[in-house]
């Protein structure tokens, strides 16, 4: 039997792989789920709360500027934040990375709702985006690593309809703070300490959630990786060795060109993982830019449409329960059709949607429209955010869907640049058809990106995966 450097027994990646493949249905699987979701409902509720809570809130006090800054700099700190702290997921842990990011959430939520309008209020804005940036990417890969591999794209769609939920929590908060009075706090304030708050429990709240077997396996920790397999199987119900088929043989991870424990970011370009990389990072950028800018500034064109603002951000939190339910229909479709085709044809829709939407004549068209665009937006986002996870292997995994994802914030910050100078340019009334053309491109070009450059990797485990890049890394 071979040990590591402490003496411990070393564990077979194949017997982790296999253990977690394994695993039946359980509650505590949900619970882990939920619990791992968290960190998403924050980021989601500071996403899609914000734009309606700075639009509202601060052109009421003549501040236009300033509400149309603090979109901006939660995007850029998100996408600071998923590219530069994604990384730490590799290399303290999954469960420590989770603490780092809502902590910085926390400080910054708090400091906004502290701080007097300007410059000193916008910087906690962005500190608060820091601690959110990498939580999506953060969320998927540590379900990912402990859900079985034919319930993996599932898995990971449930925990992010739990996270989305966020978003609707904040937009519906956002509708009831623009027609509350006698507020002891304006309501952005308000809304930022509620989020403090969140934070805070939240990281306590994880700490139930075991620390990932597989991360700690890859790190040398062979004793931990087996305490913290054992823990899930007791609380799945018993040990896993003895249910469901036999584990899958992948190769050890290490064929796949990294017998490094810690890989670079350079190693995303490596020759095995070139096409996956390029593929991920156009879609994210792509679809961060329409489906962000988009949901930012849903408020500004139902208002060039000649809706009031409290209609406008009325119709915008209708719209915005969409998010959970788009994120749970995806957990039925996910698993069922090649996870490249999947990604393609969902976004042509969202395509096809977002048009709906702004060529719709009533109301009750542009509620539909508006809600099937959101619907769609968050039925993507899950077939997106479990590729960009599964298409690396254990020591890039945080890294490789991180920075991935940051190229969507990246998206993100910029579509409300390239709105401002859009609206600058043609008028608040006039900007809306230039404004959809932008997002609805943007599908369009998801789509055709997934079908011609995304790898398949729908049914195949982690380590299977991993195999395939290695085997293409020893061709070349």
């Given at each position: ?8 027994p ?17 509650p ?17 509720y ?17 501040q ?23 990384r730490?997921a590799?290399?303290?842990?999954r ?13 910054g ?48 769609s ?75 199987e ?19 991870a ?5 017998a490094?424990?810690r ?28 489906s ?48 490249k ?47 960009e ?22 998206g ?28 609805a ?36």
């Open positions: 039997m071979n040990h590591d450097i402490a003496g411990h070393a564990i077979d990646p194949l017997d982790i792989q296999g253990r977690i493949d394994r695993l039946p249905p359980s505590v699987m949900t619970l882990y789920m939920v619990l791992i979701s968290l960190g998403v409902f924050w980021d989601t500071m996403l899609y709360s914000i734009g309606p809570l700075s639009f509202h809130f601060l052109a009421s006090h003549g236009h500027a300033l509400a149309t800054r603090i979109p901006t700099m939660l995007f850029l700190g998100t996408f600071i934040g998923a590219l530069s702290l994604g730490m590799d290399r303290i842990g469960g420590r990375a989770f603490t780092l990011n809502l902590g910085l959430l926390a400080f939520a708090v400091a906004a709702t502290l701080a007097p309008l300007g410059p000193v209020f916008l910087l906690a804005i962005f500190i608060a985006g820091l601690g959110t940036g990498a939580e999506i990417p953060l969320s998927v890969t540590y379900m990912q690593e402990i859900a079985p591999s034919r319930r993996r794209g599932r898995m990971s449930l925990m992010l309809t739990f996270g989305f939920c966020g978003g609707t929590v904040g937009g519906l908060l956002t509708w009831w703070l623009s027609r509350a009075g006698h507020l002891p706090l304006p309501g952005y304030r308000i809304a930022l300490a509620i989020a403090a708050l969140g934070a805070i429990v939240s990281v306590f709240l994880r700490l139930i959630v075991p620390e990932s077997p597989r991360w700690l396996e890859r790190a040398g920790r062979a004793a931990e990786a087996q305490a913290a397999m054992q823990r899930i007791r609380a799945a119900g018993g040990s896993a060795a003895v249910v469901g088929a036999s584990a899958s043989k992948a190769a050890p290490a064929g796949a060109g990294l490094e424990e890989g670079s970011t350079l190693d995303l370009f490596r020759t095995g993982y070139l096409r996956r990389t390029l593929s991920a990072w156009i879609i994210e950028f792509f679809q961060g830019f329409g962000y800018g988009f949901t930012t500034f849903v408020p500004i064109i139902l208002y060039a449409r000649g809706f009031t603002l409290l209609h406008a951000l009325g119709y915008t939190a209708l719209i915005q329960i969409s998010y959970p339910v788009g994120t749970y229909l995806s957990s039925f479709v996910t698993d069922r059709f090649p996870r085709w999947g990604i393609a044809g969902f976004y042509l829709l969202n395509m096809l949607a977002g048009l709906g939407f702004y060529l719709s004549s009533s109301s009750t068209l542009v509620v539909v429209f508006g809600f099937l665009t959101e619907m769609l937006i968050f039925m993507d986002g899950p077939l997106l955010h479990t590729y996870a599964e298409i690396y292997p254990t020591p890039l995994r945080g890294r490789g869907s991180a920075t991935a994802f940051s190229v969507s914030r990246l993100g910050f910029l579509a409300p640049v390239v709105a401002g100078i859009v609206v600058a340019r043609f008028g608040t009334h006039a900007a809306g058809p230039y404004l959809i053309v932008m997002a491109g943007s599908w369009l070009l998801c789509a055709l990106v997934a079908a011609v450059l995304a790898v398949d990797t729908s049914g195949a485990s982690l380590e299977q995966l991993e195999l395939q890049a290695g085997q293409a890394l020893v061709r070349n």
